[in-house]
């Protein structure tokens, strides 16, 4: 289960830090905005690894999503985050990714405020038994073909309509 005391920095809609709260506090409805990095990998044919979360989670349970996504740390920077994330997840260190957008984004219960990069990657990944329930290549038809059915998260969709889906 989540830690929901653990501290998430408080940013204003441009990123600076304004304060600090806990994950619950982010969590539950207050939309509190707080940092996140998002990785988008790929391989060399062009397909997309999507994790699997899992069903323990508190936000969008047993959903596909994102190859990596975590919260920033207070007192951390995106790459910092990103860096951790991507280990922690994915078991990679060895990577080269790019930061293409930041943008703001709102469900029912939270605000995020999201840096996005990508990368492509060929090596090997192992996918972290604690964080996730998995993960795996999908082309871009098949993630296509799961939008708007319950499979993705909202958020990943969103984001693939805004940074991939005329690539």
């Not at 329930?133 to 969709?157: C, S, Y």
Request: aromatic residues 10%; proline residues 4%; hydrophobic residues 30%.
């Amino acid at each position: 289960m989540d830690n929901q005391q653990e501290r998430f920095p408080i940013v204003d809609e441009v990123g600076r830090k304004i304060g600090s709260a806990t994950r619950g506090e982010c969590h539950g409805g207050s939309k509190l905005l707080h940092p996140v990095v998002h990785l988008h990998l790929f391989n060399a044919k062009g397909d997309i690894y999507l994790q699997r979360r899992p069903t323990w989670k508190d936000i969008q349970p047993g959903k596909w999503d994102t190859a990596v996504g975590g919260h920033i740390d207070d007192g951390e920077t995106p790459e910092e985050a990103l860096r951790r994330e991507v280990r922690e997840e994915l078991g990679i260190t060895d990577f080269m990714a790019e930061c293409i957008d930041k943008y703001v984004f709102e469900s029912e219960r939270e605000r995020e405020f999201v840096y996005v990069h990508w990368t492509t990657y060929d090596g090997e990944i192992h996918p972290s038994a604690e964080e996730l329930d998995g993960g795996r290549f999908w082309t871009m038809q098949e993630v296509r073909d799961a939008m708007g059915k319950g499979i993705l998260t909202p958020n990943f969709e969103s984001e693939f309509r805004r940074c991939f889906f005329d690539k």
